[in-house]
């Protein structure tokens, strides 16, 4: 059974940093392309950053680059996303995906996902 669980999400002040976790287990994590996406009340989810399972290779929503880290650590089954200089309009849930073959910004093209983990940046 494959889970997919994400962690790190919290109540911060605007410029501070936050480190988001996603673990997954019950697969071979190597073989997966892993991705973070966000949803905001009233808003559809959205492109947040994305990376190849071998750690090359990643692309980000023009909103969070410069800001935003996406990492991945193969021995611990877990992608990391490192924001930086958080804005209030990044607040959302963030949820992590995982698929097979190459990175793709699609959610639709993602075969598992995490619950998500709320974030809230205050003004």
């Known amino acids: 059974q494959v889970q997919v669980v994400e962690s790190g999400g919290e109540l911060v002040q605007a410029g501070g940093s936050l480190r988001l976790s996603c673990t997954a287990s019950g697969l071979t994590f190597s073989n997966y392309a892993t991705g973070w996406f966000r949803q905001a009340p009233g808003k559809e989810r959205g492109f947040v950053a994305a990376l190849n399972w071998n750690g090359v290779g990643t692309q980000y929503a023009d909103s969070v680059k410069g800001r935003f880290t996406i990492s991945r650590d193969n021995a611990k089954n877990t992608v990391y996303l490192q924001m930086n200089s958080l804005k209030p309009e990044d607040s959302a849930v963030y949820y992590c995906?995982?698929?097979?073959?190459?990175?793709?910004?699609?959610?639709?093209?993602?075969?598992?996902w995490g619950q998500g983990t709320q974030v809230t940046v205050s003004s």
């Open positions: 995906a995982v698929r097979q073959g190459r990175l793709m910004r699609v959610p639709q093209s993602h075969n598992y």
